[in-house]
């Protein structure tokens, strides 16, 4: 099985950008679609972004589409999440998720086999 291990949160000021990594171990990163999730304090976990395995399909939540980007490095096994023109309500704990069979997993979090950790990021208004 994977594991996988989220970086690049931090605190930054309302439209700043971060890059969030998710560097898989274990197995080859090619073998899974790839996902993004972010959870609030007192909600419920949200999809953000997924990405397929080859990385030719990717889709996004509404509230981040034209300010975020998902894509992923096969050959270093690690996905990215840019993240533009930040805002407070992107404030969340963001984590990375990856699905074993599907080809391209989509936004039910139930599609997902294996979970990060998560990676804090906190956007000041």
């Known amino acids: 099985q994977v594991q996988l291990v989220e970086s690049g949160g931090g605190l930054v000021q309302a439209g700043d950008s971060l890059r969030l990594s998710c560097a898989a171990s274990?197995?080859?990163?090619?073998?899974?679609?790839m996902g993004w999730f972010r959870q609030a304090p007192g909600k419920e976990r949200e999809f953000v972004a997924a990405?397929?395995?080859?990385?030719?399909?990717?889709s996004y939540t509404n509230s981040v589409k034209g300010r975020f980007t998902i894509s992923r490095d096969n050959a270093k096994n690690t996905m990215y999440l840019q993240m533009n023109s930040l805002k407070p309500e992107d404030t969340a704990v963001y984590y990375c998720?990856?699905?074993?069979?599907?080809?391209?997993?989509?936004?039910?979090?139930?599609?997902?086999?294996?979970w990060g950790q998560g990676t804090q990021v906190t956007v000041s208004s």
């Open positions: 998720a990856a699905a074993e069979t599907m080809y391209y997993a989509g936004t039910n979090p139930r599609a997902y086999d294996y």
């Open positions: 990405i397929s395995k080859s990385g030719h399909m990717t």
């Open positions: 274990g197995r080859t990163l090619s073998s899974y679609a």
